[in-house]
């Protein structure tokens, strides 16, 4: 099964079970938002839009054991005895979590799921990231000040629909593309400016105080 297979079935897992929930609610899959000034875009897996809340949900099936690198901040899968890190979708889905809540002007809470399809994760960092059996105990017992009425989940919901954007799932991925190969540049800059104590962009001298390196000339700086 290819990683995009992988992906979409463990996404119809999640749905079928968030549509198993008996009160009123409305349920949005593969929502995509597009930032009108970079035109970078955010595809969510699952808005749960519930009388106890908000829920941005991003599924994750992956197979193997899941553990979290507390010294890396990465996460960690073990398959057959063999390791490889993954990036961390806690850190991706509160971004997620963000626009969302950029979305709704900032009027409403939104909260932040990571769920592990295969129930192979049994040390979590985040009490937002949980394992598929725990999906639905976690938003019946999410604390909340008060329910949402079904005239709030509606108009939530009409908010959320008036900012979705039609982009197809090829211009997602070669946004993620771009994205990969941007960071990945950063990364080459910031391995050359700590080697070489110069610049990258202009080739000034670039100076350190602390975790802090900038460059005085056009202002190329970073944090380690």
């Given at each position: 099964?290819?990683?995009?297979?992988?992906?979409?079935?463990?996404?119809?897992?999640?749905?079928?079970?968030?549509?198993?929930?008996?009160?009123y609610?409305h349920?949005?899959?593969?929502?995509?938002?597009k930032?009108?000034?970079?035109?970078?875009?955010?595809q969510?897996?699952?808005?749960?839009?519930?009388?106890?809340?908000i829920?941005?949900?991003?599924?994750k099936?992956?197979?193997?054991?899941?553990?979290?690198?507390?010294?890396?901040?990465?996460?960690?899968?073990?398959?057959?005895?063999?390791?490889?890190?993954?990036?961390?979708?806690?850190?991706?889905?509160?971004?997620?979590?963000?626009?969302?809540?950029k979305?709704?002007?900032?009027?409403?809470?939104?909260?932040?799921v990571?769920?592990?399809?295969?129930?192979?994760?049994?040390?979590?960092?985040?009490?937002?990231?949980?394992?598929?059996?725990?999906?639905?105990?976690?938003?019946?017992?999410?604390?909340?000040?008060?329910?949402?009425?079904k005239?709030?989940?509606?108009k939530?919901?009409?908010?959320?629909?008036?900012?979705?954007?039609?982009?197809?799932?090829?211009?997602?991925?070669?946004?993620?593309?771009?994205?990969?190969?941007?960071?990945?540049?950063?990364?080459?800059?910031?391995?050359?400016?700590?080697?070489?104590?110069?610049?990258?962009?202009?080739?000034?001298?670039?100076?350190?105080?602390?975790?802090?390196?900038?460059?005085?000339?056009?202002?190329f700086?970073?944090?380690?």
């Amino acid at each position: 099964m290819s990683k995009l297979s992988r992906g979409q079935k463990g996404e119809e897992i999640v749905s079928d079970i968030l549509n198993s929930i008996k009160e009123y609610h409305h349920l949005l899959n593969n929502v995509t938002f597009k930032n009108k000034r970079s035109e970078m875009t955010h595809q969510i897996d699952h808005i749960l839009i519930h009388p106890h809340g908000i829920f941005v949900i991003e599924t994750k099936n992956y197979y193997g054991e899941i553990i979290y690198d507390e010294v890396y901040k990465d996460w960690i899968r073990i398959i057959d005895g063999k390791r490889s890190r993954s990036p961390d979708p806690l850190k991706q889905n509160k971004s997620h979590a963000i626009t969302l809540y950029k979305a709704l002007r900032g009027e409403y809470k939104v909260i932040p799921v990571v769920v592990f399809v295969q129930n192979n994760a049994p040390y979590m960092p985040d009490d937002n990231a949980i394992n598929l059996d725990d999906l639905l105990l976690f938003i019946d017992s999410y604390p909340y000040e008060h329910k949402y009425t079904k005239r709030t989940l509606d108009k939530i919901k009409a908010m959320i629909d008036k900012k979705i954007s039609d982009v197809s799932i090829d211009e997602h991925l070669e946004n993620i593309d771009i994205i990969k190969t941007y960071r990945k540049q950063q990364q080459a800059e910031i391995a050359y400016a700590i080697e070489s104590h110069k610049c990258p962009r202009c080739g000034a001298p670039i100076l350190q105080k602390g975790n802090i390196f900038k460059c005085y000339k056009c202002d190329f700086n970073f944090k380690l």
